[in-house]
């Protein structure tokens, strides 16, 4: 059944990609640390599938369309803050500035989260997303390089990204793009990593922010990075918007064996 | 423990004579508060928000009262010198950031709003704050969000606020840090000028002077190996066009605190001496102060009354960070020079170890230098002009005579230079006050008269005209004696 729809999609690609499935690829799964703040040191991840490309603004507004509900005057305050899709013009209408192929921002958790749904996917967790992102052109982890590390903290630094277009950071040792580079991605637990934004106080205190050694092994550089992440999803609360966040859609490996 | 329970009975007992004394004199008083947080406040204001270097209107008499703050982060990119940006991180687009400026006993109600484009969360810790996180805890906020918090000012004095995001050192290091002054009832004492200086150092990927968008160096950082060390964000903002300024006779109060991250200010004006400081922006007064130091994420408050007019630099006296790494500001004074307190070359002499003290210039000793100056090879001239730049020059115009922008103007392929001569000898004889432009950028600043003999004048500019791209003119002392009989 599954074989058959996933014909389908791929002939339906062949015509016209936008009434398809976004493309994904493999993800194989293992076992890492994660740099900060789980539970145990190490986290076992099983293979599953992740987009190749953020969400995009075209793709969100096929789904608003299907889904009146998540257009930006239907949405319910509960599930969106006031900025939800701001720069829209309309309910169906971008922005001047905003590009088909850029990734949707300004969209809450749960419109996120519902967009994946509706595809037979989910959001990946914080610790799916850090394993794929681990990666850079070459390597699965790459996390101990410098050259890594910068091309992160550099990003942090530079404005505007969102207004690229998805597919114009590097693509990883997975075949996924832009994890790192253009916006910042929703993950399914976003906030169960609970960093208190007095990052001082999470240094020394018994909530297993630090997980010992993990962070200790790590290079500065490594820290840093890492950190300004989990601080950013430690900022967020599920209907919160953000003009630098958006998201992708992962799927899990098993169900689609058969 | 016990010794401080005494000390606030003591105060106790002193607040409740100083009610029944005030009383005493005058029936209509006003009451007097054991504690600041027992201070009442009426009505609210909206608080005045400046941009460095100045600093908003003094509280005066006014009663306590519900303080409103409005603070935006902004991320942005700004000129760190000629020619090299940076990407700051700011509280109210400036850095440092906005100065606030409360009294003892206000209710602060703080907002603090995170830009829509700003690509990070932030937030902010007050050190004026008593309560965990100095206010960090209740003001972690998204970017596109706000987040308010209210807070009471217990403690008066000058107090450095600043982000303290993860990671708390790359958020200071790209400029996330000001001042916030909690005056005491009544106000601080009336002065004439006031302004703000903050200095803080930053880490660059590429060196001192780099062109283009320079971005963060994390490793630089944690080194604590700076490329800038500057006042008020970056080279420049208190040199030229951008000093402060006072008149001869006005008492100038600078509130001047050091957001870091890393390095420690050893704050000095150069030819003044701080009359009064409030050490460490506390309560304590030290007198006749020639450096004051100012820890990281720390102030102090300096005072002192200008007597004469000039340019007065500010630095950082770790010297190599005024020189070489940006941390010089200026204040210029205008008004009627006093010759009692400072008079200027008043004579040039030779100094005999055997003879008792300075003479003038015997004639036999002129006769004989200018037969060996006239004997001299270039070569001769080049090596003793070489040591004369070293010792005399070296300071303001650098090493390679790449001078410092802003406020030293450039010897290396200097077309200032190269234009006249005759000039530039008036100037070393001379000095050298006002504006000028040199390859294409304003200077205004100040080269004292240099107290050098005609031979040493000679030597020292054949030595800069035939190095660094100039034009290798050959300047004889008789050249430079012409320039200065003809004055």
Known sequence: MIILRLTFCILFLWMSNANCQSKMVSIKGGTYIPLYGRDSLKVTISDFYMDVYPVTNNEFMGFVKKFPKWQKSEVKKLFADAGYLMNWKSNTTLGDNQALNAPVINISWFAANAYCECQGKRLPTIDEWEYAAMANEEMPDARKLKTYNEYILGWYERPKTFNNIVGSTFKNYWGVYDLHGLVWEWTSDFNSVMVSGESRKDVDNDSNLFCGSAAIGATDLMNYAAFMRYATRGSLKAKYTMKNLGFRCVKDKNNEAF | ?487
């Open chain 2, 1 to 487: 423990m016990k010794a401080q329970k005494n000390s606030l009975i003591f105060l106790g007992i002193l607040a409740i004579c100083s009610i029944s004394l005030q009383s005493c004199i005058d029936n209509t008083t006003k009451k007097e508060y054991a504690s600041a947080a027992d201070i009442p406040v009426s009505r609210e204001m909206k608080a005045e928000l400046t941009a460095p270097p100045n600093v908003p209107r003094g509280v005066g008499d006014r009663k306590a009262k519900k303080l409103i703050v409005n603070m935006e982060i902004i991320e942005k990119e700004g000129t760190m010198t000629d020619g090299t940006t940076y990407n700051y991180w700011t509280f109210g687009g400036s850095v440092p950031g906005s100065f606030i400026r409360t009294r003892v006993g206000d209710e602060v109600e703080f907002t603090l709003s995170n830009h829509p484009d700003n690509k990070l969360p932030h937030n902010i810790d007050l050190h004026a704050v008593t309560g965990p996180g100095g206010g960090a805890t209740s003001s972690f906020v998204a970017p596109g969000h706000e987040k308010k918090f209210n807070f009471k000012t217990l403690n008066e004095g000058l107090y450095v606020y600043h982000c303290a995001t993860a990671p708390v050192g790359m958020h200071i290091a790209n400029g996330m840090y000001g001042l916030i002054l909690v005056e005491p009832k009544g106000g601080l004492p009336r002065v004439d000028k006031e302004y703000y200086i903050m200095q803080g150092d930053f880490y660059t990927k590429g060196e001192n002077g780099d062109p283009g968008l320079q971005p963060f160096d994390m490793q630089k950082a944690v080194d604590e190996d700076a490329d800038y060390v500057v006042f008020n964000g970056s080279v420049g903002a208190l040199t030229g066009d951008n000093a402060i300024t006072a008149d001869v006779g006005e008492t100038v109060r600078l509130y001047v605190g050091n957001g870091g991250p890393n390095l420690v200010s050893s704050f000095h004006v150069i030819g003044e001496i701080f009359d009064k400081v409030m050490v460490e922006g506390g309560n304590s007064i030290n007198e006749n102060v020639q450096t004051t130091l100012i820890p990281a994420g720390g102030a102090a408050i300096v005072e002192f009354r200008v007597d004469v007019p000039g340019t007065f630099i500010l630095v950082d006296h770790s010297i190599f960070r005024a020189f070489n790494k940006g941390a010089l500001g200026m204040l210029k004074v205008k008004g009627e020079e006093n010759k009692t307190i400072y008079s200027g070359v008043v004579q040039e002499g030779i100094y005999h170890p055997e003879g008792g003290g300075i003479q003038e210039m015997p004639d036999d000793g002129k006769a004989v230098a200018k037969k060996t100056s006239a004997n001299k090879s270039l070569a001769e001239k080049m090596e003793s002009g070489k040591q004369i730049y070293a010792k005399t020059c070296f300071a303001c115009h650098q090493a390679n005579g790449e001078g410092i922008p802003n406020a030293f103007p450039p010897l290396a392929e200097s077309d200032y230079l190269n234009a006249d001569v005759n000039r530039t000898i008036d100037i070393v004889l001379n000095g050298k006050t006002g504006e000028i432009t040199v390859n294409g950028q304003k200077y205004n600043s100040v080269m004292t008269k240099q107290a050098i003999s005609n031979e040493e004048v000679a030597d020292v500019l054949t030595y800069v005209y035939n190095s660094w791209g100039n034009n290798k003119t050959n300047v004889s002392e008789a050249q430079v004696e012409q320039v200065k009989s003809g004055h």
